[in-house]
């Protein structure tokens, strides 16, 4: 979730389409159905159960019931390492839980944040916010393009619920211009991420997305977790899950 998505785009629309063949290689966007069982889902519920409600975003800063399920071998973080390789570790998760009464709508936007331990004078590293008391900064370009996001859905989602709504390939043209976002979704068109209870959308961290508000408004719980393989320039490091 970008802290600032351009939400005055959120109602174009062109090219929709249900995605259910994208390609992660090909799309920047790839879904791994059942991926967890009901045991895994219950375990995510139990680890975050006391996470405030009713907001459009809670940032985790740490979650160490669910270290094994989202490391490098776990049954979340084993897809984030098919990409990026046994360095991959979980480095930010934002739990979104929609309900009747927080039912928000997001614009087309890119994910340009990452959250670090500490904040330091590096170049190209800023602008810097607290949020939730962690420490996050818009990092170089070429960083959010070696990460990879997952979407780890406890709710069923259909094309009423609120489905993350994807632009395939926009991973692939870099920082885009917010003043160029109405011509890319009406040229590449875009994709309704439809998602089952234990189901992961993988997609390419910079991809332009974005979703609506659920109608009729009902309950859509989404872990979204971001993971990097790279270290960052020293002496900034990753704040980490």
């Not at 998505?5 to 290689?25: R, Y």
């Not at 375990?43 to 979650?63: C, H």
């Not at 009729?216 to 719980?221: D, E, N, S, T």
Request: charged share 20%; net charge negative.
């Amino acid at each position: 979730m970008n802290d600032a998505g351009p939400a005055q785009h959120d109602e174009e629309q062109s090219g929709v389409t249900a995605a259910g063949t994208m390609n992660f290689l090909k799309d920047g966007a790839e879904c791994f159905p059942a991926a967890l069982d009901e045991a895994c889902c219950l375990a995510i519920e139990r680890a975050l159960a006391d996470l405030p409600t009713g907001v459009p975003g809670v940032r985790i800063g740490a979650a160490p019931a669910l270290h094994d399920l989202l490391g490098p071998g776990g049954a979340a973080g084993s897809i984030a390492t098919g990409v990026l390789g046994p360095r991959s570790r979980p480095v930010r998760a934002v739990l979104f839980d929609k309900t009747e009464g927080a039912n928000w709508a997001l614009g087309w936007h890119q994910d340009r944040t990452i959250v670090v331990q500490q904040r330091a004078s590096v170049e190209g590293f800023g602008p810097w916010t607290i949020k939730s008391g962690l420490v996050q900064v818009e990092p170089p370009f070429p960083i959010l393009q070696q990460m990879v996001t997952l979407r780890i859905h406890l709710d069923p989602v259909d094309e009423t619920n609120a489905p993350l709504r994807i632009v395939p390939g926009s991973h692939k043209l870099g920082r885009i211009l917010e003043a160029k976002i109405a011509s890319i979704v009406v040229q590449f068109g875009e994709e309704l991420c439809i998602a089952g209870r234990g189901d992961i959308w993988l997609y390419a961290t910079p991809i332009l997305h974005g979703s609506r508000a659920a109608d009729p408004p009902r309950r859509r719980r989404v872990l979204q977790v971001d993971y990097a393989a790279d270290d960052l320039p020293q002496p900034l490091r990753w704040r980490g899950v």
